[in-house]
């Protein structure tokens, strides 16, 4: 990236206050930048409220990303750093839990399937255990009888991506960040093809660097010579209240059509529906049966649970699943940090590690080298 000036306080304006955006803006501002970020709406509400909060690097790794997988176990790693530092800071817990994720399988096809997925990430070198019905069960009593196998990934947990967007408000705030909520960033002021500011309607707010963290809406954002490919895909989830004293479970399970994750207060989230929807926002009838259905096949127990919560998010979803990281392909002073799609809540650490360093310094971190914007320019060219 070029950077013209290079100044001892740069100003870095940050459109988006997702995970993403608060977590690189925390990192700019522990280095002494001085940091605004905006978001159209209230920060930390969007996906990083309606995500899950896995930390799956190893069960969620698919034929096709195999890319993407460096990048996922860096950020994992990267999460118990990430999270202790957030606690000691702020004073508040984020719910990071590491006891492991089960994915499991009844019928015979299905357990298929996980085989043919377990074989291909145990290809990747990833450390994955085989297990039989019987062991799932010891892990998880509660777990449908019919249970045939599992997989267990000790590496794999979650972290209460709510609480972590609640805690990294507190940090923008203790390192000095400014967040400005319920603004609409009309425009990006551009000067002799380099983006010096941004556009509020009347007002331009100046920057030496604007970050694009903006999840689903960032094409939306006027003034982009080339907008990033991200689109909105809709999931519906919902959440159950279980019996602290006797919870019906105590992993995050992938089983087939859902997962489920278990939060310390007790609430049992269950997610999620992909669906090409735009930004809908309905929860539907069809929505809810399919969550509910898959969860009572793996965890017959939870028709007994109070229903807590039902909710509609939108992946920031990107044509070949990879998030953006780079300066953008057409106007220096701008970086995108978009696109994370199912990934946002396990990519911030890395994301707010190299964007910062990129901003700061204008060194690409080899990191996120594979995902800069000229991706889809190279595709095209092609
Ligand atoms: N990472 C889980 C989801 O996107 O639903």
């Known amino acids: 990236m070029t950077l013209l000036h290079r100044p001892d306080k740069p100003r870095v304006a940050i459109i988006g206050g997702g995970i993403i955006g608060m977590a690189i803006g925390w990192r700019l501002a522990q280095s002494g930048a001085s940091v605004d970020i905006f978001d159209r709406a209230t920060a930390g509400q969007g996906a990083t409220r309606a995500a899950a909060g896995m930390l799956a690097a190893g069960v969620e790794a698919e034929p096709g990303e195999q890319r993407l997988l460096p990048l996922c176990l860096e950020s994992q790693a990267r999460w118990p750093g990430f999270a202790a530092e957030l606690e000691v800071l702020t004073g508040l817990p984020v719910g990071l839990r590491t006891e492991g994720t089960l994915v499991v399988a009844s019928t015979r096809d299905e357990v298929e399937l996980l085989r043919a997925n377990y074989e291909f990430q145990r290809g990747l070198g990833l450390d994955l255990t085989w297990l039989s019905g019987a062991a799932a069960k010891e892990k998880e009593p509660f777990l449908n009888p019919r249970t045939a196998a599992g997989v267990f990934s000790a590496k794999d947990g979650q972290v209460d991506n709510r609480l972590a967007g609640a805690a990294l408000r507190v940090a923008l705030e203790k390192t000095g960040a400014r967040l400005h909520e319920g603004v609409d960033v009309t425009g990006l002021d551009v000067q002799t093809g380099r983006v010096t500011g941004l556009i509020l309607g009347e007002r331009t707010i100046p920057a030496d660097t604007v970050v694009l963290a903006a999840g689903a809406w960032s094409r939306l954002i006027p003034g982009q010579a ?25 992993h995050v399970v ?4 859902c997962y489920l994750v278990p939060r310390a207060d007790g609430t049992l989230i269950i997610g999620a529906t992909t ?39 939108h992946r920031p979803g990107c044509r ?3 998030p953006i990281l780079g300066p953008s392909a057409g106007l220096d002073g701008l970086v995108l940090a978009t696109g994370h799609h199912r990934n946002g809540i ?23 080298a594979p995902f800069g914007a000229g991706r889809f320019d190279a595709a095209r060219a092609a």
Do not use: Y
């Open 254 to 257: 992938w089983a087939p059509k």
């Open 226 to 250: 080339s907008p990033p490919p991200v689109r909105p895909v809709k999931g519906q989830m919902m959440s159950l209240s279980m019996d602290l004293g006797n919870p019906l479970l105590t």
């Open 320 to 322: 070949d699943d990879a």
């Open 275 to 313: 669906e090409e929807k735009g930004f809908d926002a309905q929860m539907t009838a069809g929505g809810v049966l399919a969550l509910l259905d898959a969860a009572w096949r793996a965890l017959p127990g939870v028709e007994e649970l109070p229903v807590k919560e039902m909710w509609v998010g």
């Open 346 to 368: 396990l990519l911030a650490p890395i994301t707010a590690d190299a964007i910062s360093c990129l901003v700061l310094t204008g060194r690409v971190d080899p990191h996120i």
